[in-house]
């Protein structure tokens, strides 16, 4: 059996997306079938509509999703019919040489469904991150699917599935930030924000952050930070060695993904400070730094895929967090949208005011 759903496509490079109906397949062997209820807009949403991820158009957009299982294929264990799930993109193989040094957060060979969802046309589609969550249901493998408490809203859910776990990983797991810990974080957007959500739950004791936007700012204070920059009038790294007896911060997360702002971090990090890079550059960027001082200032510079995240382990870890009021995953959705409105959300992202638009269905 097949099911004819309402999904957002992207056609071809830079064209704006429409809203098409998709043919899903039953789950096969492995497989799980999602309702989807909501779905965060990721920059990387539009990175592959921009053409920037890869050519393998056309894409099922949407990757940030929390839904109820529909129906499972053969073999599957783990999660059953009815099942509140967070989707992931690290279903980890447990067979390659990552799993099997025991790093499954490094997985070099996740799984996804192996079935392809198409077009009524019959064209495959190519699902973002192997997701593929604007729409009415999707196919995944069904390591894909972790189950949480169901009483967590679903839109705040559903952020834990990308940005806010890369946030939120950056910190707790990249990072290593412990009790007492001075952490600054560069640039405060959804990915940002989280990371000082990370840092706070964490017990850092002076959490600074950094952008270029008073509204950022202020949202960074509710989530924890302890001390904010605005770095367009102020020197970064002056501001964060001043607010840190002149050292530095022990952990600096770069989460704009330039080679300015990563600058500012590696110098504004104490002497064997640790550096996490979990904003994405893009490919024409080049960092040059004077390498003596990389070898002299000694520490760790560490980038951040997916915060280094497990999510078998984390998402029912920071839901129970959220349930119980210590991780304020609401303060990520900035507006709640319908499934017709990504492209304008996509339009929206330019002009900062947005941390999160949430597609709830
Ligand atoms: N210095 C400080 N902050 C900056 C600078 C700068 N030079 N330039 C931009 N910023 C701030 C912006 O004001 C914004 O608040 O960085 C933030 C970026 O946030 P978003 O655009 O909302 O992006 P986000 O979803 O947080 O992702 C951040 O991680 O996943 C990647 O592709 C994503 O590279 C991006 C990064
Ligand atoms: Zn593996
Ligand atoms: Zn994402």
């Not at 997985?107 to 198409?118: V, Y």
């Not at 797991?173 to 560069?186: C, K, L, P």
């Not at 520490?299 to 991780?327: E, H, N, T, V």
């Amino acid at each position: 059996m097949t099911h004819q759903v309402r999904a957002v496509v992207a056609r071809g490079k830079g064209a704006p997306v429409s809203l098409e109906t998709i043919v899903v397949p039953d789950p096969g062997p492995g497989e799980a079938l999602v309702k989807i209820e909501a779905c965060g807009v990721c920059h990387t949403d539009l990175h592959y509509r921009e053409g920037g991820i890869n050519d393998d158009f056309p894409f099922l957009l949407g990757h940030e999703a929390a839904g109820i299982v529909e129906s499972v294929g053969e073999g599957v264990t783990d999660v059953a019919p009815g099942d509140f799930v967070i989707l992931n993109w690290r279903a980890v193989c447990g067979q390659c040489r990552a799993c099997l040094r025991g790093r499954p957060w490094y997985c070099f060979n996740t799984h996804n469904a192996k079935q392809k969802m198409t077009l009524l046309d019959g064209t495959e589609l190519s699902p973002a991150l192997g997701i593929g969550a604007f729409a009415e249901k999707t196919l995944v493998a069904a390591g894909q699917c972790t189950k949480v408490d169901p009483t967590a809203s679903a839109a705040a859910a559903g952020l834990l599935g990308c940005g806010v776990m890369a946030g939120i990983g950056a910190a707790i797991n990249t990072g290593n930030v412990g009790r007492g810990d001075s952490v600054a974080v560069i640039g405060c957007g959804g990915v940002g924000a989280a990371a000082i959500a990370g840092a706070n739950l964490a017990g850092a004791a002076k959490v600074i952050a950094v952008d270029i936007d008073d509204r950022k700012l202020a949202t960074a204070e509710k989530l924890g930070a302890t001390h904010t920059v605005n770095s367009r009038n102020a020197d970064a790294v002056e501001a964060i060695r001043e607010l840190t007896g002149g050292h530095g911060a022990d952990v600096v997360i770069e989460a704009v993904g330039r080679p300015e702002t990563y600058q500012q971090a590696f110098y504004a990090r104490d002497l064997a400070g640790t550096v996490v890079l979990v904003g994405v550059p893009t490919p024409e960027m080049k960092l040059e730094l004077p390498l003596l001082d990389v070898f002299g200032r000694g520490g760790a510079l560490k980038s951040s895929w997916y915060g280094d995240c497990l999510p078998s382990r984390d998402f029912p870890m920071l839901i129970d967090l959220y349930l119980q009021g210590r991780l304020d995953l609401d303060a990520f959705v900035t507006e709640t949208i319908a499934l017709d409105e990504v492209e304008k959300a996509f339009e929206r992202m330019h002009g900062g005011d947005v941390l999160r638009s949430v597609v709830v269905l």
